[in-house]
């Protein structure tokens, strides 16, 4: 429960949870290989977005050539990237449920910070703290740092931050990872997307007592 003393603070992953960063990252993509004479394939590494950008890179280029091109990525990325990529839906409304309780909100994402700063100006989705280029149990410490007691996100690494900093795990299936494999990654909550995230939250905050033996609140996949 929120108090003066401890107000309530939320983290949220940003590409599948709350922007679809799919077609911005495709394009960015495809410019990159056009560059390099490489031809990546673009459908099976949009799949399911999540890892860092070198991993998905990795299987397709020589080990030499990932690091700068990732840091080409990143160059062409504000141009391509950003006035193409659409809110999810949800999204916006999440975050008002999150300024309702009183409520600070954070975004612990994988992507470069300053693209990802990017997105949020553009999509006008306000936050008070941005912490990137962190992945998986790496997203612990910012989640800890910041007094967090939520993470939400789309992919089975984003309830490994979540588990490993020791807050609530809410999953949403608008990224690439089905239900079956988040709850066996240890997620608490499972929403369709999050338009179902401010009611589970109005019921959190009034009653923290419904809590598995971790602590974590626990909501049925079917509502």
Partial sequence: MTSPDRPLVVG???????IDTRPGFADTLRALGDELGVD??????????????DVLLAPHL????????GDRFRALYPDLAVAGVPVLPGAHEALAAVRRHGGRILVVTG?????????????????????GWVWGALKAQPLRDEGAAVYVGDHVHDVEGARAAGVVSVSVLT???EEAELREAGTDVVLPDLRGFPDWLDAFVADPAGRTESGARVVPADG
Avoid: I, S, W
């Fill in 175 to 177: 990224g690439g990872c």
């Fill in 62 to 69: 020589p080990a030499e050539l990932v690091a700068p091109a």
């Fill in 12 to 18: 949220f992953d940003l590409d599948m949870t709350l």
């Fill in 40 to 53: 990546l394939p673009v459908e099976q590494m949009t799949e399911r977005l999540g890892p860092p950008l």
């Fill in 111 to 131: 992507k470069y910070a300053p693209n990802a700063q990017r997105h949020l100006d553009h999509l006008g989705l306000d936050v008070d703290h941005l912490e």
